[in-house]
């Protein structure tokens, strides 16, 4: 074990994947020499040399393109997006190419390509580049979508990934870069895709959260036990497709309430979906309506203020847990 | 045109029901075959649909009220019809169940059987009769609200939940205030003591409990009870369950005590048609085949599902059936022509540690045994003194149908098979 930042832990998970198999290699915008917008694929250019980390020109739809192509003759390719909101240029390629052709093949054609940047809000980067549209994906049959809160999870989550055989979007939080924690150096160390973790436990309320909010949901989790008295639960998926329900489930049952927490808006939204599956599955177990708290339904603001207004903050989130506890 | 909306007889012995809740509301456009209410009869919950088109113009009796069956509990009829025909008759109290068994309600027809053997559907029970059209009130029923764990906790608990009043969002009852009210404080009303009596809470009687009440004074009052005691060696009887439940290890099934008890009953019985029956004023009913009841005690009170016609059936098919029967029991999901009608009826409260007991006959059979546990002791056996698995049952029977010696000698053809279990196999 090592303390060290997300950045560093999905470096990590790419040295390592690249040196046990020779067919991963990586690509994208300033990955190479200038070693990744936000240095995750720093020292990876020298040690593998520029066949294997190769510099894209500002052409996303094309060089998801040749992704594809390289995961269809037995490559697996990790596709780095200089950040998601960049990715929209290349949905064709993610989303009826690479999520299609295993099907589409009649399994002729396996896909083993990671599609990986950063997503969500940043500091004041503005509306075209603040998004979580992890529903976009997730909404895909064919893809599976990966969202890590910590670096832990970064890491071996990204090198599952980098492993399976399935297209998989893997959405990094651009704000978590410098984020540290406790992260294994053994190189045989892997979370598998599709199961959600309990981050801490509790015995009143569920909160289900993925991505950065995760760390709003733990301080709101403190705030309601020593204010309130509420015990908390928070679960994060990490997988958002397929997700492991069982375990958001198995906690709405002993809680009886629940707050679904996500970056993105909520119309459509992730927690949409994870309302549906509690309501159909344990409806006689809640206490009280599924809360939701999300992103405000704006386009994302520029003000630094605003920006602040935009993104569900602790306080939303003790708001929240504290009336579906019915408390205030 | 109008269709009413009747708390039908649901059960042979149903005398009146509660309205639990209208699903649809004064003014809810309602479709035949929609539900429109749920009602609890004496033993189980069940819904109403409607068997007209239009819509619900009024409700005559509101959540939680408890009436009479025939009363007209609403009326469904086109929004612009004159319904106060059928509002007036009501409130003359001129709505007779004889009325609705009349009147084209052959789905309640079915749904009564007069008597156990009548195989009925009674998931929908309404009754549709045919008024002439008129003009229109309205008003909004009241609605409970609660939620869905809430509701739940309340159904297990035998709560009502119009009694609470509801602490979360808008009146919400809750879970807290369910286990409020279970730990004492709401459902039941405390009564102060006054002089040197004791304080006591004032629990109101659930319908299964009015249910017993109503059915078991018309049993140790008018039916000459007698009681006969046997006990009876289980050794080989316990061995057998043992060797049968190893042979089924895998298969996911098992036979206890209280099967091999049923089918005992039954070969015994088969052997002793005279005590099968049941007193009827003036003949005695000799049944052609053995429906034994087995009593269940569910959260307000006590259920006796029946398992049909055990004669032919073997013992790993009754094991099935009485746990699906249990199981529905408990979630009050039996229908009433499954709980009504045994000629033979088991209680057995072994597991509670009781070692004896008399059991008050269930009418209109004519016995009931009570089954005591299984406790090891010393016994006499051909001059030495062993330890020996013994059970002692006792046998109450209605001294109208059943005399003393048919009584014994049933009971002794009973023990010997259980002594001698290969005997269920002849």
Known sequence: MALMTYRDALNQALREEMRRDPDVFMMGEEVGAYQGAYKVSRGLLEEFGEWRVRDMPIAELGFTGLGVGAAMVGLRPIVEYMTWSFALLAIDGIVNAAAKMRYMSGGQFKMPITFRGPSGVANQVGATHSQALESWYATVPGLKVVAPATARDAKGLLKSAIRDDDPVVFLEGELLYGSKEEVPEDENFTIPLGVSEVKREGADVTIVVHARPLHSALRAAEIVESEDGISAEVIDPRTLRPMDIDTILDSVRKTNRCVVVEEGWAVCGMGAQVVDDIQREAFDYLDAPIARVTGADTPHPYAKNLEQLHFPQADLIVKAARQACYRK | ?426
Request: glycine share 8%; net charge negative; charged share 25%.
């Open chain 2, 1 to 426: 045109m109008a269709t009413r909306i009747v708390m039908s007889k649901l059960s042979p012995t149903m005398e009146e029901g509660r309205v639990l809740h209208w699903v649809k509301k004064e003014g809810d456009p309602v479709e035949p075959g929609d539900v429109v209410v749920e009602v609890e009869t004496d033993k189980a919950t069940m819904e109403v649909e409607a068997m007209g088109a239009g819509v619900l113009r009024k409700i005559l009796v509101e959540d939680g009220g408890t009436v009479p069956t025939g009363t007209l509990l609403g009326v469904v009829a086109a929004p612009d019809e004159d319904i106060s025909a059928i509002l007036a008759e009501a409130e003359a109290g001129a709505v007779a169940e004889a009325t609705a068994a009349t009147d084209g309600a052959a789905a309640v027809a079915a749904a009564t059987p007069a008597t156990a053997e009548a195989p009925a559907t009674v998931s929908a029970a309404a009754v549709e009769v045919a008024v002439e059209p008129a003009h229109q009130p309205a008003g909004d029923g009241g609605r409970v609200k609660a939620s869905p764990l809430a509701k739940r906790m309340a159904r297990e608990n035998g709560i009502r939940l119009e009694q609470l009043n509801g602490s979360g969002t808008g009146g919400r009852i809750i879970k807290r205030d369910i286990e409020a009210a279970v730990s004492g404080g709401v459902a039941a009303t405390t009564v102060a003591a006054v002089g040197s009596e004791a304080p006591y809470q004032q629990v109101e009687l659930s319908q299964i409990r009015k249910a017993i009440a109503r059915n078991l004074v018309t049993s140790m009052g008018p039916i000459p009870h007698f009681f006969l005691t046997i006990e009876i060696d289980m050794n080989r009887a316990l061995d057998l369950r043992a060797e049968l439940n190893k042979s089924l290890e895998g298969s996911g099934a098992k036979i206890g005590v209280n099967e091999i008890l049923i089918k005992t009953a039954a070969q015994a019985l088969a052997e002793h048609p005279n005590v099968n029956v049941a007193f009827a004023d003036d003949h005695i009913r000799r049944f052609t085949r053995v429906d034994v009841g087995v009593a269940v005690a569910v959260p307000d009170g006590l259920i006796t599902p029946v398992l049909r016609n055990i004669g032919p059936k073997g013992l790993r098919q009754i094991s099935a059936e009485l746990r699906d029967m249990v199981d529905r029991a408990r979630g009050k999901k039996l229908a009433p022509e499954e709980y009504y009608g045994a000629t033979f009826t088991i209680s057995n409260l072994g597991m509670y540690g009781i070692d004896e007991f008399t059991a008050v006959i269930n009418p209109p059979a004519a016995t009931i045994m009570a089954v005591g546990a299984t406790v090891e002791k010393p016994v006499v056996v051909d001059g030495s003194v062993q330890v020996r698995k013994r059970m002692r049952v006792t046998l109450s029977c209605d001294h109208r149908a059943v005399d003393g010696a048919m009584g014994a000698e049933f009971l002794a053809t009973f023990r010997d098979m259980l002594e001698n279990p290969l005997r269920l196999v002849l």
